[in-house]
């Protein structure tokens, strides 16, 4: 290969690498993405058309209850999904964090696995117990929520309707007492 050859090679070579680099510049000094503004929903019962409610009468701090109650979107009627990760299938999982003061997550009380554990609002943390996907099988707009930790499904206490009525964990069963909808 002539000398001429090998030069034009080496400055094509340094040109390639030097435009790499700039690209690579460029990569790093991409700006960061703004934090988004948490989107917060009713979650609203099928058969109820009631919302989950975080009970004042409990202070609303860490250990308050779910109950069901009329709608008035309060913050203590506000939650937003928080993703936290993907399952193996890729379906989103999600905290549930009351929009209340304290921002509170949704958990099983008690690391429980029973049917009939009580709902409660605790800080939030990186436990299994506080995470919740979607179900499937829906009913026009409305999902059942399920618990990653026990595999139960959100439930309203005897598909009940009453103001106060117990938020709990129970076997998937495809009842009206088990499916949710978000409202803005």
Same mark, same amino acid.
């Given at each position: 290969?002539?000398?001429?050859?090998?030069?034009?090679?080496?400055?094509?070579?340094?040109?390639?690498?030097?435009?790499?680099?700039?690209?690579?510049?460029?990569?790093?000094?991409?700006?960061?993405?703004a934090?988004?503004?948490?989107?917060?929903?009713?979650?609203?019962?099928?058969?109820?058309?009631?919302?989950?409610?975080v009970?004042?009468?409990?202070?609303?701090?860490?250990?308050?209850?779910?109950?069901?109650?009329?709608?008035?979107?309060?913050?203590?009627q506000?939650?937003?999904?928080?993703?936290?990760?993907?399952?193996?299938?890729?379906?989103?999982?999600?905290?549930?964090?009351?929009?209340?003061p304290?921002?509170?997550?949704?958990?099983?009380? @008690?690391? %429980?696995? =029973? $049917? #009939? !554990?009580?709902?409660?609002?605790?800080? &939030?943390?990186?436990?299994?117990? /506080? *995470?919740? +996907?979607?179900?499937?099988?829906?009913?026009?707009?409305?999902?059942?929520?399920?618990?990653?930790?026990t595999?139960k499904?959100?439930?309203?206490? @005897?598909? %009940?309707t =009453? $103001? #106060? !009525?117990?938020?709990?964990?129970?076997? &998937?069963?495809?009842?009206?007492? /088990? *499916?949710? +909808?978000?409202?803005?």
């Amino acid at each position: 290969m002539s000398f001429s050859k090998k030069i034009v090679r080496s400055m094509v070579a340094v040109a390639m690498a030097g435009a790499a680099m700039i690209g690579s510049a460029v990569l790093i000094a991409a700006p960061a993405q703004a934090a988004t503004t948490p989107v917060y929903y009713k979650l609203v019962g099928y058969a109820s058309n009631k919302c989950l409610d975080v009970r004042r009468e409990d202070g609303g701090g860490s250990g308050s209850r779910v109950q069901l109650w009329q709608c008035f979107g309060s913050d203590n009627q506000r939650f937003t999904l928080y993703p936290v990760g993907k399952t193996s299938t890729g379906q989103t999982y999600f905290q549930i964090i009351s929009q209340a003061p304290g921002h509170l997550c949704m958990q099983v009380r @008690g690391d %429980s696995f =029973a $049917n #009939g !554990a009580q709902i409660d609002e605790v800080g &939030c943390s990186a436990d299994l117990n /506080q *995470y919740w +996907r979607w179900g499937s099988g829906n009913l026009g707009y409305s999902l059942p929520l399920v618990s990653m930790r026990t595999g139960k499904c959100l439930d309203i206490s @005897g598909n %009940s309707t =009453a $103001n #106060g !009525a117990k938020v709990q964990q129970w076997d &998937c069963n495809g009842t009206t007492a /088990q *499916y949710f +909808r978000t409202v803005t």
